[in-house]
């Protein structure tokens, strides 16, 4: 079974610094991607970055990136130059598909706050 | 930009009582999840629909739960008789297609206690 595990539940950052968050996961697929998704407080989760598994490059969104080592099944997430908006919880996870039908399997979450 | 809604943002019930959580994923999205976390606890998917029935569902989806789109914009999970382990967030949340390139969309979440 699927499962991904955040072994950081909460973690803190100087703002403008860089902080990076954990993940690891298991998996007997060979092709697959893996999601962060951002939970602002009282706010929906929304997609902060995704890595298909074939993809050898890390994927970058702006200030957002990812340290990628499909081997080790370490997926963590690197945030440059932190801002105040930045703070959240942070969830790592895991997609299954079966038959057309996606399901999220996410770990437990990291709560990120920036000092100002 | 479009976002999934979700009401009530709180609803407070009593152990044995039926409730209804109600989502309005985006429109032309034609797939449709739940999921839940309790406090402290992951996200765990309960459930997902497509093509008007249900695709797959986790062994927490048991007879109690159900889910509807009774109006081709609403889409409703059903909780027959709360049990006080139910009290949960309960997140829905809606994509265009399934796959990796598909994003979920998710609401706000609705935060059900049980008494």
């Known amino acids: 079974a699927q499962t991904v595990t955040q072994s950081q539940p909460e973690m803190s950052v100087q703002e403008a610094e860089t902080v990076t968050l954990s993940c690891t996961y298991d998996t007997s697929e060979s092709d697959y991607y893996l999601f962060w998704y951002k939970q602002p407080p009282s706010r929906q989760m929304i997609l902060v970055i995704r890595?298909?598994?074939?993809?050898?490059q890390n994927a970058t969104e702006n200030r957002f990136s990812v340290n990628f080592q499909k081997a080790a099944k370490s997926f963590s997430l690197k945030i440059s130059d932190s801002q105040l908006g930045d703070a959240a919880m942070y969830f790592c996870?895991?997609?299954?598909?079966?038959?057309?039908?996606?399901?999220?399997?996410f770990g437990t979450g990291t709560r990120l706050t920036i000092i100002p | 930009e479009p976002e999934v809604t979700q009401t009530p943002s709180h609803q407070v019930t009593q152990m044995g009582q039926e409730v209804i959580l109600r989502c309005v994923p985006i429109s032309n999205h034609l797939y449709f999840y739940w999921y839940r976390q309790i406090l402290g606890q992951k996200v765990e998917f309960l459930v997902s629909?497509?093509?008007?029935?249900?695709?797959?569902k986790s062994e927490i989806f048991d007879d109690q739960f159900s889910v509807e789109r009774p109006d081709g914009s609403n889409f409703t999970l059903k909780i027959r008789s709360t049990k006080l382990e139910d009290s949960a967030m309960y997140f829905c949340?809606?994509?265009?297609?399934?796959?990796?390139?598909?994003?979920?969309?998710f609401g706000p979440g609705t935060r059900l206690t049980v008494t």
């Open positions: 996870a895991y997609p299954l598909y079966r038959a057309g039908n996606e399901k999220l399997t």
């Open positions: 949340a809606s994509s265009e297609g399934s796959g990796g390139p598909y994003e979920q969309y």
């Open positions: 629909f497509y093509n008007n029935e249900i695709s797959e």
């Open positions: 890595q298909e598994a074939y993809k050898q």
